[in-house]
């Protein structure tokens, strides 16, 4: 068998968490060939159907239960010719008494794979239905992202009955926010926080792109192996869309540091990309079964759909937004007022379409600026380095003094910096500038309850991998967004008619 994976906190990234070979307790697992042979069980098969890993391997699946459930079973596996995913049964009787099963089948990479939950009470299909309906109602309609978001987290926290839901919005680095969060009386918030990529590994975002859906019932629940471990060519079963996957153990302490005894998230994707989850906690052991995680599933892809048009909406508005801000910016100017007259109000103007923490303008050998910004001395030595960018052009950059080591001096001040010549030469500049991530970001600091800190130790808590997350991010800038290029792209153009403009009436004048 291949060596163990080798994990440690440097390299989360490359734990291979689709083929840890594992189940958690809430379910077991039998992966077939291509002939429906049982090639891999899990070990907890007994305890759930009765009949031992070792004792079914290498015989026919068909044999496991009744000529009826069987047929049962192939029926349903017809939904996977035409349907991405899994092929779904609830309450199911698979021995024809009293014992019911959610059952979840998928095709894995070479192996047709079952999984079987035992669960209690007939199935609730349609008031599941209407819920979801009703709860995505309410959703819907509520005109800004924010809102929608923390009507969601309210909703899907009545639907799953998870004690606090957040929606967790990644950002362009990976690193991630909670936007919106729905919470018991009591409970310390984590709104508006933000969280490092490291938290949740690259490996994990591009899993969680393809399986939608993941739950941890009880983060000190037993797992079970799949035997055998790898199939006679080595190869390890690949549990990518497995519903019972046990999960990185790493991971699991991190929970624990959090006080998190039962964790769930969803995915939430716009455009095919991973764009958030609904990220779940409960602070005490919980479960919910196969058919309410299939309600909750549905739920996160009408959200997506909500999501996609609010969106689109907003990206109208920019555009609308920069629009009107080359109109009032012509009217402003043109009226005669010099540039740096005008400044204060022009950048209040930009602010609503590219937002910034300090503002400067460098015309006619003058320096004026506003919030957060290089000393003019500073400045005069940046302007020689924009100077030697492309002309015409906007130059964005969310860590400065990696390309200008002077930048250090003014780092605290100013990491990144978007700047547009409004002029030929010698150059004349208004620069954007925004400080330092670390320091504008939101953190609530450590976990209510870190009492029993795990092997890893407090390296393995939120606020220990925000403060590896601040070294990394030392010196950056929020990142300058691909909307935020091109309305700075759009308005360089602007500025240079209204200057170029300025610039001949006033020759007029002198002539
Ligand atoms: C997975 N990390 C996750 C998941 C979440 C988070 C939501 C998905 C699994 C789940 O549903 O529980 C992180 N949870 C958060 C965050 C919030 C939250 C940020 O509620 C904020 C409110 N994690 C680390 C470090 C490593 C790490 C340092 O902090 C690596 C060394 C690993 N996290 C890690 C791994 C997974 C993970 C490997 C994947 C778990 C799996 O699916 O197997």
């Known amino acids: 068998s291949p060596p163990a994976p080798q994990v440690d906190l440097s390299n989360c990234d490359r734990e291979p968490i689709h083929i840890l070979g594992r189940v958690q307790y809430y379910g077991c697992l039998i992966a077939l060939s291509s002939d429906w042979i049982i090639a891999h069980a899990s070990e907890n098969c007994d305890a759930i159907l009765g009949q031992s890993a070792e004792s079914i391997l290498g015989t026919r699946f068909i044999d496991l239960f009744s000529q009826e459930a069987v047929h049962f079973l192939r029926t349903r596996i017809?939904?996977?010719?035409?349907?991405?995913?899994?092929?779904?049964?609830?309450?199911?009787?698979l021995f024809g008494d009293e014992r019911l099963f959610d059952i979840s089948i998928h095709n894995g990479q070479r192996h047709l794979i079952f999984e079987f939950e035992p669960r209690t009470g007939p199935s609730r299909q349609l008031e599941e239905a209407g819920d979801v309906q009703a709860l995505i109602g309410r959703v819907q309609h509520q005109g800004t992202l924010e809102k929608m978001a923390q009507e969601a987290a309210r909703g899907l926290r009545l639907l799953s009955g998870f004690d606090r839901v957040m929606v967790y919005r990644f950002e362009e680095d990976d690193s991630g926010t909670v936007i919106a969060e729905a919470l018991e009386r009591g409970q310390k918030p984590y709104l508006g926080l933000r969280f490092p990529a490291s938290d949740i590994p690259a490996q994990a975002r591009r899993l969680y792109t393809r399986s939608p859906l993941r739950i941890i019932p009880d983060v000190d629940g037993p797992t079970y192996r799949i035997v055998p471990e790898v199939d006679p060519n080595g190869e390890p079963l690949d549990l990518s869309l497995a519903v019972t996957r046990a999960v990185s153990s790493i991971h699991l302490e991190y929970l624990r540091n959090m006080g998190v005894a039962a964790s769930m998230s969803v995915s939430i994707l716009r455009r095919g990309k991973l764009w958030g989850l609904f990220a779940c906690h409960h602070r005490t052991p919980l479960y919910i079964d196969y058919e309410k995680r299939s309600s909750v599933e549905l739920f996160a892809q009408l959200f997506n759909y909500e999501l996609a048009q609010v969106e689109m909406d907003s990206e109208l508005r920019d555009v609308d937004r920069a629009r009107s801000l080359h109109d009032r910016m012509m009217a402003q100017l043109s009226s005669g007022h010099r540039i740096h007259e005008a400044f204060e109000h022009l950048v209040e103007d930009i602010r609503e379409v590219i937002p910034f923490d300090g503002a400067a303008i460098y015309s006619d050998g003058a320096y004026t600026a506003i919030g957060s910004t290089p000393t003019r001395e500073e400045f005069l030595g940046l302007a020689r380095f924009l100077n030697t960018?492309?002309?015409?052009?906007?130059?964005?950059?969310?860590?400065?003094?990696?390309?200008?080591?002077?930048?250090?001096?003014?780092?605290?001040?100013?990491?990144?910096?978007?700047?547009?010549?409004?002029?030929r030469t010698p150059r004349d500049y208004l620069v954007l500038f925004r400080r330092e991530l670390a320091q504008s970001v939101t953190w609530a600091g450590s976990p209510e309850k870190p009492a029993e800190i795990g092997p890893n130790g407090i390296r393995l808590t939120p606020r220990k991998s925000f403060e590896a997350w601040q070294e990394i991010v030392r010196s950056q800038s929020a990142p300058w967004k691909a909307g935020e290029r091109r309305a700075a792209e759009a308005l360089r153009v602007t500025l240079l008619e209204v200057v170029l403009k300025l610039t001949e009436e006033s020759n007029i004048v002198r002539k």
């Open 389 to 423: 960018a492309p002309a015409s052009q906007i130059y964005a950059t969310d860590n400065i003094g990696h390309r200008y080591p002077k930048g250090q001096d003014f780092v605290e001040r100013a990491a990144g910096l978007l700047s547009l010549p409004i002029s």
């Open 78 to 93: 017809q939904v996977l010719s035409y349907q991405p995913g899994a092929a779904r049964a609830f309450a199911y009787p």
